[in-house]
């Protein structure tokens, strides 16, 4: 049976835009518009992590957190902001949160992030890092950090994403309209944009970027990783 994430927020559009980002990474999903019913849906159900918003009406994630916590509860929690404050973040961290993401998130990230988390507490491991390996790479979804044979390949918050989606995704063969939906979501760019980031991960990762081995271009399709 497959894990399965509670999303709470009170914005609609911002919670369809996480049920689909957890439904494409393969989990269930459940819905909360409010804190109310957040907490009677975790009182009724088992969850293996729960993404929640902390600016909503009536009861806030920080009260949420807080009553989970305090019913010795101790699924995941990933807060979403849209505050930008320090000191929310490290409010929501004190009071029992386990990790954060802040608005407008990236979905690639938000995946990364909840599949490690749900790892690290199904092994019972809190902070040990988790290595996804696919050949001679490794993205270590804890740090957001790539490497290939062991040295670290700097990426930036486009071709991070980019890379741990194909690496999450070997030999899937992915569109150039899946890539920007799920990449760069809701924004508007050009087109052109991801031919751009393909071909600047190619010059970090390919032996020959002119002929490359890894990141291949399925005619008429879109990309493939292959390892």
Request: proline residues 4%; charged residues 25%.
């Amino acid at each position: 049976m497959s894990d399965t994430v509670l999303i709470v927020d009170d914005d609609e559009a911002v919670l369809n835009m996480l049920y689909k980002v957890i439904k494409s990474n393969g989990f269930e999903a459940d819905t909360a518009s409010g804190g109310e019913s957040a907490l009677e849906m975790v009182r009724s159900h088992t969850y293996d992590c729960i993404l929640l918003d902390i600016n909503m009406q009536g009861i806030d994630g920080f009260q949420v957190i807080e009553s989970i916590r305090s019913h010795g509860l101790k699924t995941p929690i990933i807060i979403v902001s849209g505050r930008k404050e320090d000191y929310d973040t490290l409010y929501g961290l004190d009071i029992g949160a386990d990790d954060y993401i802040t608005k407008p998130f990236n979905p690639i990230i938000v995946g990364a992030k909840v599949k490690a988390l749900i790892r690290r507490s199904k092994n019972g491991m809190p902070g040990s890092s988790d290595i996804i390996t696919a050949g001679p790479f490794q993205y270590n979804t804890t740090t957001l950090r790539f490497y290939k044979n062991g040295n670290e390949i700097p990426l930036s918050s486009k071709e991070n994403a980019m890379m741990k989606l194909f690496i999450d995704n070997v030999n899937r063969v992915f569109s150039k309209d899946m890539i920007y939906d799920l990449i760069w979501g809701e924004a508007i760019i050009d087109e052109n944009a991801i031919m751009v980031y393909i071909n600047r991960l190619r010059q970090k990762i390919e032996e020959n970027p002119g002929k490359p081995q890894y990141i291949q271009t399925v005619r008429g399709l879109g990309y493939r990783f292959v390892v």
